[in-house]
């Protein structure tokens, strides 16, 4: 199954989350409040129901687990699909469109195309709404692909994941009444530059590819949008990201994200899992 498009779809995929978020260099006033003709324009491609909520930044602590919200000023609007699925959060510092499964559930995600598609879709209506937003330079478009498998037994991961990725995670301390592991994931970032970059140029890297692999102890989460499970769980999380000059315009941001999606997914086929993730879960 060479195709990247065959193999994104499996059937009992472990994927819990695909998020796409763009980032502006500055606050948009106004951005984050409610809006009649926007929520109007957003429950015709697919999300009717919305809410205002408080700002809030979200601190993960040093074991993974979730710590209180921290409140900000200012507030976001959110948009839920019928399904409870699908989510779009807007600030005035960021446009983020997420997929998340539902408990014991697969998730519903179709695909790069579609997804890009949407978060286009999306665009184009506060384009729409807000002429000033129109073609308005983006600071930071990223891709994020969240996976947690079903198991943390050694001798399994190890047939689903690359070696490399094993980390620390197997280690045990050596006398357990006096010691406990509180974290186990290990982190690394790889920037990918375009063909046009020469060899060796000290540039700021057009894409960075940042993966985080190991156990989830029970309890935590990597994100607010994933429930924090009761047993621990293998977690492989990718990001792909850009600073290159983007303009909040459909066209603009459905090609970065297509980019950024198959540079990531790419990626995690070729480096991360081995052939026996694909045969487990398609």
């Keep these: 199954m060479s195709n990247i498009e065959d193999r994104e779809i499996l059937s009992r995929s472990p994927l819990v989350l695909v998020l796409a978020q763009i980032q502006f260099p500055y606050p948009v006033p106004r951005l984050g409040d409610s809006n009649p003709v926007l929520n109007a324009k957003m429950e015709e491609i697919g999300f009717p129901f919305s809410d205002v909520e408080q700002e809030y930044t979200f601190e993960i602590g040093p074991e993974g687990k979730p710590l209180a919200r921290e409140p900000k000023l200012g507030s976001r609007l959110v948009f839920h699909s019928t399904d409870a699925t699908s989510h779009v959060i807007i600030t005035q510092q960021a446009i983020t469109l997420y997929i998340s499964a539902l408990p014991n559930d697969v998730i519903r995600y179709k695909g790069r195309a579609p997804f890009a598609g949407k978060l286009a879709e999306v665009v184009r209506v506060l384009g729409e709404v807000a002429d000033s937003l129109v073609d308005l330079r983006i600071a930071r478009i990223g891709y994020r692909y969240v996976n947690v498998l079903d198991s943390t037994d050694k001798e399994i991961v190890q047939r689903l994941v690359s070696a490399e990725l094993s980390g620390f995670a197997f280690m045990t301390t050596a006398d357990p009444a006096t010691g406990r592991m509180i974290s186990a994931t290990s982190q690394l970032s790889i920037g990918l530059n375009s063909k046009n970059t020469p060899v060796g140029s000290n540039e700021h890297p057009d894409t960075v590819l940042q993966i985080r692999s190991g156990v989830l102890l029970p309890g935590e989460t990597v ?50 899992v081995t052939s026996g993730f694909v045969e487990r879960y398609r």
């Design 223 to 272: 994100d607010p949008a994933i429930q924090p499970r009761q047993e621990a769980a293998w977690v492989l999380d990718l990001d792909s990201s850009t600073t290159r000059a983007v303009h909040l315009n459909a066209t603009e941001v459905k090609s970065a994200i297509m980019d950024l999606a198959t540079q990531a997914r790419s990626f995690f086929f070729d480096s991360v």
